[in-house]
């Protein structure tokens, strides 16, 4: 090989997704049982990543949303979580929240020790050898399009009273018909 030959470019590195994109669509392991994403369509939801099950930020995050799922559920929006951690880890963690806060999770956590989903929604990069920007909430209308996205650094927090917000916002703007929770 020439010496002063360029290397080869490499691949281009996953965009994050885009508001007005549609949401990829998946299938995985989660506390609630096997999910897919299609599951979903027809109502709204908000699809969130965490960096690690047992963190006190991943675990204040949990406790606040987990109280106010009646609020999502009542706009007929679902919830859906995300992390690296094995689905073992989840289910421990769901278990660890209600011993020591009387609060039960009511909404499946997915597994992605793979990071697969991560890297399909951009949350991290291709190479990235661990979750640490996973911190991350989808806003899916109910035809599967994301309609808002926030990002947050790894040590802090999400506002729910935001995120209900939000999906409050969203649902007046785009006046999409949302199948109502059962």
């Not at 675990?59 to 007929?76: I, K, N, Q």
């Not at 073992?88 to 989903?117: C, K, L, N, T």
């Not at 996973?134 to 947050?152: E, K, L, N, Q, V």
């Amino acid at each position: 090989m020439d010496s002063n030959a360029l290397p080869a470019p490499a691949a281009p590195a996953a965009r994050p997704l885009r508001i007005g994109e549609k949401a990829p669509v998946f299938r995985a392991r989660s506390t609630q049982g096997d999910v897919s994403l299609d599951q979903y369509r027809g109502r709204w939801l908000m699809f969130f990543s965490h960096p690690a099950d047992f963190t006190p930020v991943c675990t204040s995050e949990f406790v606040a949303l987990s109280r106010a799922a009646p609020g999502f559920e009542a706009m007929g929006c679902a919830l859906l979580g995300l992390s690296v951690d094995s689905l073992y880890a989840h289910v421990a963690w769901v278990r660890a929240i209600q011993e020591s806060f009387g609060v039960d999770v009511p909404f499946p956590i997915v597994e992605d020790a793979s990071m697969v989903i991560g890297r399909a929604y951009g949350m991290i990069d291709d190479a990235a050898l661990d979750s640490s920007s996973m911190r991350a909430s989808y806003f899916i209308d109910p035809d599967g399009i994301i309609r808002a996205i926030t990002w947050y650094p790894l040590t802090v927090g999400r506002s729910v009273e935001e995120m209900l917000r939000v999906v409050a916002a969203l649902q007046r703007a785009f006046q999409i018909d949302a199948v109502p929770a059962p």
